[in-house]
């Protein structure tokens, strides 16, 4: 049976990287036009910056989930051999799966942390007005809706895991290595 615990924990990390995520889409940067005191230019005044920081944490908990998840099941490839079965092709679907949605998360979360802690720094003159770019709506929406299927996935990866590991039986019943014993 697949460890509680580890369920457990990555089920608390990837809901606090989902609640980053929708955290920083409510809270991007925006951008107003200003003009200097003697309205000689006009340049960009950016209010809060938190949507960035959100934006970090969201990526740092989703990747100490997967990491986790990755540890507990020792990335699929190492350890003992997995029972053939439905729970092994399961957990091999679901271990690509898990890291395609995990990858597309975490590279919106980049992404949409870089681009909105860019902030444009000319001025123009007089009557042109500057373009204050600020992020696009949904960047950090899409990696809140990749980080719960990224959430879903690895949940599921890992008893599909746990399954196919815990009911392998070596062929004969016996060990699958050669003895270095008297033979009796």
């Known amino acids: 049976m697949a460890s509680t615990l580890v369920l457990v924990l990555v089920f608390i990390f990837d809901v606090i990287a989902?609640?980053?995520?929708?955290?920083?889409?409510?809270?991007?940067?925006?951008?107003?036009?200003?003009?200097?005191?003697?309205?000689?230019y006009k340049y960009c005044v950016y209010d809060s910056d938190i949507a960035t920081g959100f934006g970090v944490g969201a990526l740092l908990f989703l990747l100490a989930s997967q990491a986790l998840i990755m540890m507990a099941s020792r990335c699929f490839c190492c350890g003992k051999a997995l029972n053939p079965g439905g729970s092994r092709a399961w957990a091999i679907i679901l271990f690509i799966a898990c890291w395609l949605t995990f990858l597309i998360a975490e590279i919106c979360l980049l992404a949409g942390s870089v681009r909105n802690a860019y902030h444009t720094k000319y001025r123009t003159l007089f009557t042109e007005t500057p373009s204050c770019e600020t992020l696009r709506k949904g960047v950090f929406g899409a990696g809140a809706a990749f980080t719960f299927f990224t959430a879903i996935l690895s949940e599921l990866?890992?008893?599909?895991?746990?399954?196919?590991?815990?009911s392998f039986q070596p062929y004969g019943g016996r060990?699958?290595?050669?003895?270095m014993g008297t033979y009796s």
């Open 175 to 179: 060990e699958t290595g050669v003895g």
């Open 18 to 40: 989902f609640g980053l995520a929708v955290a920083a889409e409510q809270r991007r940067s925006t951008a107003q036009v200003v003009a200097d005191s003697e309205d000689n």
């Open 157 to 166: 990866y890992y008893v599909c895991y746990s399954n196919a590991r815990e």
